[in-house]
């Protein structure tokens, strides 16, 4: 059990960190400030101020179960430069964190691939664009059956659930985990890019609206829908954890 929750500790920091650190440099390259970035669930208490940077506060948040960058000063929920940017420069920050993600999983595949199949570094490459293609289409055709009615929730896992599966990877060795990172870190990008409030997609998605509308939506609209779309996160991370905990004492 502890090293199952070390594991996911590690696993899931290292991940979180990766897809909040593509928003923050793509955010940066747009000139955008940056005011905190943070590991940990929004809107959960502040433990303390790792370092600052320019601008930037770097925190660690009371719940470690998220992260987030905040473009708003002093708490405020206004973001007004952020809004103010082009329609480009705005996407490409929404996006930026799936695609490091993407970029990880590939990255970490390489050195599996080759040391634990004793390939060819080049062999290796291939085997990593295949693993991420496989995990892209598998992933992708799990969440349009959820949505068409066809698929169940099943393979959907909580922190427990994650958890455990990280435990079972670090007892069998360190390739065995990367491998299981790099496949958590695709899954956390593609899954952020689903249309829904509250996660990137769902960002991506109204910036559409914009464009379409040729005219910006309200802040107040940008955070009624964020607000509902954070509690739908937390009522299923209840569900699913729940479903873990029952599968693991049963």
């Known amino acids: 059990m502890i090293i199952s929750i070390f594991a996911f500790i590690v696993v899931f920091t290292i991940v979180v960190l990766v897809h909040e650190l593509g928003h923050f440099i793509a955010a940066r390259k747009a000139g955008i400030k940056v005011y905190e970035f943070s590991i940990g669930f929004p809107f959960s208490p502040k433990i303390f101020t790792l370092f600052r940077h320019k601008e930037t506060e ?3 948040r009371l719940l470690p179960l998220g992260g987030f960058v905040s473009f708003s000063k002093d708490g405020n929920e206004d973001a007004k430069e952020l809004f103010e940017a082009s329609y480009f420069k705005r996407a490409s ?6 695609l490091f993600n ?4 590939f990255l970490v595949f390489i050195p599996v691939f ?3 199949k004793h390939i060819p570094f080049i062999d290796a490459i291939m085997s990593s ?5 496989a995990i892209l289409s598998g992933t992708a055709a799990f969440i349009l059956n959820i949505f068409s009615g066809s698929g169940s929730m099943e393979g959907l896992a909580g922190p ?3 958890a455990s599966m990280a435990g079972q990877a670090a007892s069998k060795g360190i390739l065995n985990l990367m491998y299981f990172t790099g496949i958590l870190s695709m899954s956390l990008g593609i899954m952020n890019l689903i249309p829904l409030p509250a996660l990137d ?3 991506l998605f109204m910036l559409f609206i914009e464009s379409i509308r040729k005219k910006p939506l309200s802040l107040k609209t940008y955070q009624v829908v964020n607000l509902l779309g954070l509690s739908l996160f937390i009522i299923l991370t209840v569900l699913v954890t729940y479903r873990d905990i029952v599968k693991l004492i049963a």
């Open 58 to 60: 770097f925190t660690l």
């Open 93 to 98: 920050i929404m996006s930026a964190g799936s």
């Open 102 to 105: 993407i970029a990880f999983a």
């Open 114 to 116: 080759a040391f634990g």
């Open 129 to 133: 664009i295949q693993t991420l293609w």
């Open 160 to 162: 427990i659930g994650i």
């Open 201 to 203: 997609g769902g960002q």
